[in-house]
């Protein structure tokens, strides 16, 4: 069945550092991609997506772009912030079928 | 407007007790879940709500887990008799639609078994 691995945490970074979370995927198909944050006693927030490859999602200095070639969705950001500081998802979707999840990975920044 | 509420947030039980969780989603949302996460795991799928009718259930443990969505609204998940395992943050989420691409979560409610 469909999968995502991503990178074990804790990542610990300095403020203003470069963020990269590695995303990659096995899904029969084409699946559209999702980045998921969860910020501390909040919900899960769809961060950003990509339906299709070659798409680039991007928020809030997030950015990430679907690569079907090597099946991956890697999360960046230019320069960290403290308030970033969460656990971020990687997901797929194929269709209607469920939303599959990675394990999460947790960005501590520090100032 | 008000985001998917959850209650309780918190849950402290001893097993063999019985236990629910409630859940609102956003107005307007006919789709509604209801994930499991375990501790330093991603959210899996109990069941998906299409209005009133379930879906997608074939993940929820029928042995003891039971659900409702009566009115095609708000739901319940309900755990009895809860064991040891069942520790963990229990999610819901609603969207628009069932290919809507955004689901939105409400904040959970961790259970602790004793």
């Known amino acids: 069945g469909d999968s995502v691995t991503q990178m074990e945490g804790p990542v610990t970074l300095s403020e203003e550092a470069f963020l990269t979370i590695n995303c990659t995927y096995t899904?029969?198909?084409?699946?559209?991609l999702f980045w998921y944050v969860q910020y501390p006693g909040e919900g899960l927030q769809l961060l950003l997506k990509?339906?299709?490859?070659?798409d680039k999602g991007s928020n809030k200095g997030f950015e990430a772009t679907y690569r079907k070639e090597t099946t991956s969705f890697h999360l960046e950001k230019g320069s960290v912030q403290v308030s970033d500081s969460a656990v971020y998802f990687c997901?797929?979707?194929?269709?209607?079928?469920?939303?599959?999840f990675g394990k999460g990975t947790r960005l501590s920044v520090i100032a | 407007e008000a985001g998917v509420v959850q209650s309780p947030r918190y849950k402290i039980i001893e097993k063999k007790q019985p236990v629910a969780f409630w859940c609102n989603p956003i107005?307007?949302?006919?789709?509604l879940y209801w994930y499991l996460q375990n501790l330093g795991q991603g959210p899996e799928l109990l069941i998906r709500?299409?209005?009133?009718?379930?879906?997608?259930d074939s993940q929820l443990p029928k042995d003891r887990f039971s659900a409702e969505r009566l009115k095609g609204v708000d739901s319940t998940l309900k755990i009895q008799p809860a064991e040891l395992g069942d520790s963990a943050v229990y999610l819901c989420?609603?969207?628009?639609?069932?290919?809507?691409?955004?689901?939105?979560f409400g904040p959970g409610t961790r259970l602790t078994v004793l």
């Open positions: 989420a609603s969207s628009l639609g069932p290919s809507a691409h955004e689901q939105f």
């Open positions: 107005s307007g949302h006919n789709t």
């Open positions: 997901a797929l979707r194929s269709g209607n079928t469920p939303l599959v």
């Open positions: 899904a029969t198909g084409y699946p559209s």
């Open positions: 709500y299409e209005n009133e009718e379930a879906v997608d």
């Open positions: 990509a339906t299709k490859a070659d």
